[in-house]
């Protein structure tokens, strides 16, 4: 139990850590930031339930204000803008690949790369979607338009995560909690 709570704050901690990359900001109000490879890896690593655990308890420390989340925003008003899909999204991304981690007997490099692209883009692309189109008032192809933009470093980051998840199984196996 106690090893579980510091796994969940330190991927917690994490994402945090990866919003401090600097983000590219566009015009639509939702940036490109590495924090999403933070969700991807949450999954990937801890599994599917701790994953989300650490993904709600950031997203927890977010509403409370603190500035987590890429350019030092955090509070509740970042629930009612263009990312809100997104932020919805990422514990439930984070569930999914940890989901997969758990349950394929892919190499670990595979079984990750798979499970953050099912995770990381498949399942939290609609609910990014959605939120763009319902806070920036467009279609939903419009949004889809608008999110596809990130695509192509989110493919970029589901291999990172990969490579990350392989180091960890063959560094410290037992440290791969999604497959323990």
């Known amino acids: 139990m106690e090893r579980s709570l510091t796994h969940i704050a330190l ?4 994402i ?6 600097p983000r590219v900001d566009l015009a639509t109000g939702v940036p490109i930031t590495a924090q999403s490879l933070g969700i991807m890896l949450c999954g990937t690593v ?8 650490a993904v709600l308890l950031f997203l927890l420390l977010v509403a409370l204000g603190l500035p987590l989340l890429s350019g ?10 263009p990312t809100v ?3 919805i999204g990422f514990p439930i991304a984070a569930f999914v690949a940890g989901w997969v ?3 394929t007997t892919l190499a670990p490099f595979w079984a990750a790369g798979a499970g953050a692209v099912i995770g990381g ?13 319902v806070v920036l008032d467009k279609t939903l192809a419009e949004a889809a338009l608008i999110a596809l933009v990130f695509l ?17 199984a063959r560094a410290r196996p037992a440290a791969l909690l999604s497959r323990a």
């Open 152 to 168: 192509p470093g989110d493919i970029l980051k589901a291999v990172l995560a990969g490579l990350v998840t392989q180091a960890i």
């Open 11 to 14: 991927f917690a901690a994490l």
């Open 72 to 81: 030092g925003r955090g509070g509740l008003g970042v629930f009612v803008g």
């Open 101 to 103: 981690m758990e349950r």
């Open 16 to 21: 945090a850590v990866l919003g401090l990359v």
């Open 121 to 133: 883009i498949g399942v939290l692309y609609p609910f990014g979607i959605i939120g763009i189109s």
């Open 46 to 53: 801890l599994g599917a339930r701790r994953g989300a655990l």
């Open 85 to 87: 899909g997104f932020l």
